[in-house]
């Protein structure tokens, strides 16, 4: 997500720098895409899965 928000920010800034990553850009987006597949993958089996650095917050919010 953070590298995300920055591309877009790098798109508004400086277009011709944003033409220059558009390739890291889409490749962050699939990479993405592809992840939130195997998040769903994972829900649909019931299985628990902590996403890095933010699962271990998002468990002790939730009292798990």
């Known amino acids: 997500m953070i590298l995300w928000f920055g591309m877009h920010i790098v798109f508004a800034i400086m277009p011709f720098l944003g033409l220059l990553i558009l390739p890291i850009y889409v490749l962050i987006g699939l990479g993405g895409f592809v992840y939130w597949l195997f998040l769903a993958f994972k829900a649909y089996n019931n299985e628990q899965y902590k996403i ?3 699962g271990e917050i ?3 919010q939730a009292g798990a």
Request: hydrophobic letters at 65%.
């Open 52 to 54: 890095p650095i933010i």
């Open 58 to 60: 998002a468990a002790k």
